[in-house]
């Protein structure tokens, strides 16, 4: 997949990286790797919304997955990489601990304020827990399948279970895209703002995501496409 601009805007480090086969791992927060630390220290009001659009995404695609989410602390309040390890003899040769500081609590006490990024990630993020609590569609015994795209930007899961389809499309580009791989001719409901859609004119935002859920009833062998 192509994360072009958003690679630009990641704040994060390598670990055990090796010269000779260039194999590495990459370290940071979620919110770093986002581009919500660049954002904020230039105080780029675009790119923030854009950096968050992308946070929310990424946990949106994990929450799409058959499994337990899990989140690393601090994950739910757009917390920054902490660079303050690298103080400690301890710590300082070990770049895992960029994304192990510890909690900032002055910052949770904006997590209901939608005008910060720790608000708008923490909402988002309990809407998201909202839906897949009380969505059948999500749970361990769904048949699940992906979609093809035709655009490795986009990633396309299909969920189907006691008679609820849910599609999840992923846009990982900096270019908004329009649905055009989805062929299903009944409407479909987005799951966090309640507004119906056909697929084929469906535009997702750069970095961004919807999930979506047949309005009409499903046929027994889920529909898929």
């Known amino acids: 997949m192509s994360l072009g601009l958003i690679s630009l805007a990641s704040r994060g480090e390598l670990y055990n990286d090796d010269i000779a ?37 990424l946990h ?17 309040l757009a917390q920054v990489n902490d660079y303050s390890y690298k103080k400690d003899p301890q710590k300082a040769d070990d770049s ?21 990024p720790e608000g708008r990630v923490f909402c988002g993020l309990n809407a998201l827990v909202a839906v897949r609590g009380t969505s059948p569609a999500f749970g361990t015994e769904a048949d699940v399948w992906t979609l093809d795209t035709g655009d490795q930007g986009l990633l396309a899961v299909g969920r189907y279970a006691k008679g609820q389809k849910i599609i999840g499309v992923f846009n990982f580009t900096g270019w908004e895209k329009t649905v055009t791989f989805v062929h299903d001719p009944g409407e479909f409901k987005d799951m966090l703002t ?18 979506l859920e047949q309005s009409n009833k499903v046929q027994d062998d889920g529909g898929h496409n």
């Open 21 to 57: 086969s260039g194999d590495a791992s990459l370290c940071g927060t979620t919110a770093s790797l986002c581009g919500i630390e660049k954002a904020g220290f230039e105080q780029d009001p675009g790119a923030m919304e854009r950096a968050i659009r992308f946070d929310l995404t």
């Open 96 to 116: 895992r601990y960029l994304h192990r500081g510890r909690l900032r609590w002055e910052q949770a006490a904006h997590m209901h304020d939608l005008e910060t």
């Open 60 to 76: 949106a695609m994990m929450f799409m997955q058959t499994g337990i989410p899990m989140l690393y602390s601090g994950d739910e």
């Open 194 to 211: 309640g507004e119906t859609h056909l697929l084929q004119d469906l535009v997702i935002p750069a970095y961004g995501f919807c999930y």
